[in-house]
């Protein structure tokens, strides 16, 4: 609850406080002019790391790698762009230190170190709370790489696709 509070009530307050007197000292079409900027520069920054971040979450999925760390920034540059979304300096100076890189790579840093998961063949440890996943019997059925017959041995064999293309239906007439 004290979270909610904070988030809810404390902040929006001090926001309209930094507002009214960075208003008072440069006035109050800058103020404006100023919220404005940092939204429209925020959207820009926040498209131009996204997109990087999905590519090296592509490369790294398609090298066989989980993109963990992309998976972690992603979120993070979801909630700093929620940030920059909304008006205030405090919270654009927060949704910033989310979207430029170094401060980035140290948050997903942070939240790695406070989140571990621990996998093996029989369960799971997440933040010290363990169950069944994994193994041959996990909670999707059985899971095993590749199909066997009754002995357990993998079934090889060869195809060819003889289904007709629209395009080869067409060449024929």
Known sequence: MPFFLLLFVVVP???LVVLIKVGTMIGVLQTVA???LTAILGAWLLKQQGLATLLRARQRMNSG???????????????????LLT????TDFFGFMCLLPFTRQWLVGQAIKRLTVVGSAGGFSF??????????????GRQKPFDRDANG?????????????????????
């Open 34 to 36: 100023l919220v404005f």
């Open 153 to 173: 041995d993998i079934i090889e064999g060869e195809y060819r696709d003889e289904t007709e293309t629209r395009h080869d239906r067409i060449d024929k007439k």
């Open 13 to 15: 307050v001090a926001e």
């Open 65 to 83: 790698e989980l993109p963990a760390q992309e998976v972690a920034e992603g979120l993070i540059l979801a909630a700093g762009g929620a940030m």
């Open 87 to 90: 008006p205030g300096f405090i």
């Open 127 to 140: 933040n010290g709370q363990s169950g069944q996943f994994g193994g041959e019997q996990g909670p999707f």
